[in-house]
């Protein structure tokens, strides 16, 4: 249900895009200026009594004129034009903090290439190629990118390209398609002016896929040239997107990233095996030493027994690898922060993942594990900061704005709860409408419901992500979260002690987590944590 206060909000937040308010200030200020000059001389000048009464409802009358006016009108460097219309309708159900701003002329959405391969089966392929682009382009200050998840919506969907532009808040679109075949691909680009659906550039490239890298790379530098983008020195050096010449070993490296975004504990450790047979094939890879390093550092941060202690090896050289070919990639950053986590270097690790969001301002990544780092530190304030800009950065991303949430009711800012609980709802909602067997989108959605007092629902969608992953650490754990927050105790211990018998878990973060307040002097609790504890001193 939205509140009035909602709707008030979103009215307020158009009013003020519309430049409304900035209207009424300057006119009510010439208006008593006008009717203060009128007081002054009109006597003198010899004018009649009701000449200084004609002004003031001449203002008056005047005033609602100006006001809409202002809703229609902009002045603008191009003279006065009409204001466009948001980017986004303003829906009922929608909360105002996630209304997109009017496109501006430097933003764009990197679209899923089309897959034109004779068996349709380079899907990771495409989707790689795009998303190295995004990375790149990220790096530019002044252009607005949109995030990997929200511009992916639109795979395998004919959607006219102005609709596109209005769903992402964007005035341009990269769309192409990537036609493989043995060591050959031919990828093809093109830049479109979403409010016209005109192109602005396109070209088609015709390479080797040693040259795969390079040809990303003309892309960035392309779109960049065609939106007529000054960039400084560093930002030009950042869009070159170097890696490997091995399709081999990019081939992998692709499979594994797509992997990644599937966050499943089965689909990580096929990941890093990915990762790994892309080193042993080229050795000066350094995205493929990062990725490999935070694939096993992230799997460690988890572990209970002893025997997982080799990934912090495996982690710590991997890292080590991509810092020596390539100290100034941002992710190699990413990957040395998250092995000092591991290893308990926590100021190293601050500094490691701040000089990455410093080299990448656009790596969504970066800024997700610095506020992990400060969750498992107990520093909510810096934490949920944190969060909030990696939610500026992928707008449809749940969870962080989930962790941003679990900040903010530690901090008892209880008047920030509804409004983050219903943007969670409301990117869970558009993420499951494509991806609808996702158990991340269920749980983190049950637990938005259960903050919105709809607890039913809740539930539901906590026992529909059950129902998928029934034996998957991080189910079984954010279940539990939700049972507890509502006050289900036998439930969410119940599902605690699962999760912990998959041999995962952290002990500093349950500590930390407040999901878990309410039950911290049940007896099961405290000897699930004396569990955690056991064998976090035995894996010391």
């Not at 249900?1 to 937040?13: F, I, K, P, Y």
């Not at 990062?290 to 202690?309: K, M, N, Q, V």
């Not at 979260?481 to 999760?499: N, P, Q, W």
């Amino acid at each position: 249900m939205v509140t009035e206060v909602g709707r008030l909000s979103r009215w307020v937040v158009e009013l003020r895009r519309r430049k409304v308010f900035r209207v009424i200030a300057l006119y009510t200020v010439v208006a008593w200026l006008l009717m203060q000059l009128a007081d002054v001389t009109f006597e003198p000048l010899g004018l009649p009594a009701w000449a200084q009464t004609f002004v003031i409802v001449l203002a008056a009358v005047g005033f609602p004129f100006a006001c809409i006016f202002a809703w229609i009108y902009d002045v603008t460097p191009r003279g006065v034009e009409r204001t466009p219309v948001a980017s986004t309708p303003v829906r009922a159900d929608a909360p105002a903090t996630d209304l997109p701003a009017a496109a501006s002329p430097n933003s764009v959405a990197i679209l899923s290439f089309a897959d034109m391969s004779a068996e349709r089966d380079q899907e990771y392929f495409c989707d790689g190629i795009a998303e190295e682009i995004i990375n790149a382009l990220c790096c530019i200050k002044d252009l607005r990118v949109a995030s990997r998840t929200s511009a992916f919506q639109f795979k395998s969907r004919p959607v006219d390209s102005r609709e596109i532009g209005k769903a992402l808040g964007v005035r341009h679109l990269l769309e192409g398609s990537v036609r493989k075949a043995g060591n050959r691909v031919r990828i093809t680009a093109q830049l479109v002016d979403a409010s016209t659906g005109y192109h602005a550039w396109s070209e088609t490239f015709e390479r080797e896929l040693a040259d795969v890298f390079a040809i990303q790379t003309e892309i960035a530098q392309s779109v960049v040239r065609a939106l007529r983008l000054a960039i400084s020195p560093a930002e030009a050096s950042r869009l070159e997107r170097e890696g490997t010449r091995d399709p081999q070993a990019y081939d992998c490296y692709l499979r594994a990233k797509h992997l990644v975004w599937q966050t499943s504990d089965t689909a990580w450790r096929s990941a890093r095996t990915l990762y790994r047979r892309a080193v042993e094939i080229d050795p000066q890879f350094a995205q493929a030493w990062a990725g490999l390093a935070i694939c096993a550092a992230s799997e460690y941060s988890w572990a209970l027994d002893t025997t997982s202690r080799w990934l912090v090896t495996e982690a710590r050289d991997a890292a080590d690898r991509a810092m020596q070919l390539a100290p100034n990639l941002a992710e190699s950053l990413v990957a040395k922060g998250l092995v000092h986590f591991i290893e308990n270097r926590t100021a190293e690790s601050a500094a490691a993942f701040e000089r990455a969001t410093v080299l990448n301002p656009g790596l969504f990544d970066a800024w997700y594990h610095y506020a992990r780092l400060y969750v498992t530190l107990g520093e909510f304030e810096r934490a949920e900061k944190l969060f909030e800009r990696a939610m500026a950065l992928d707008e449809d991303d749940f969870q962080s704005a989930t962790l941003r949430l679990m900040c903010v009711r530690r901090l008892e800012r209880t008047a920030e709860v509804r409004a983050i609980a219903e943007q969670i709802l409301a990117r869970t909602d558009r993420y499951l409408a494509q991806n609808p067997e996702d158990p991340r989108a269920h749980y983190f959605r049950g637990g938005a419901l259960v903050q919105l007092s709809r607890k039913q629902e809740g539930f539901e969608a906590v026992e529909r992500a059950i129902d998928l992953r029934p034996d998957e650490f991080a189910t079984l754990y954010n279940a539990g979260c939700v049972y507890a927050i509502a006050g289900e105790t036998d439930r969410a211990l119940e599902l605690l002690d699962a999760a912990i018998a998959q041999h995962r878990g952290n002990l500093e973060w349950l500590i930390q987590d407040p999901d878990w307040k309410g039950l911290r002097d049940d007896p099961r609790y405290q000897q699930i944590i004396g569990r955690l504890r056991d064998a976090a001193h035995e894996s010391n």
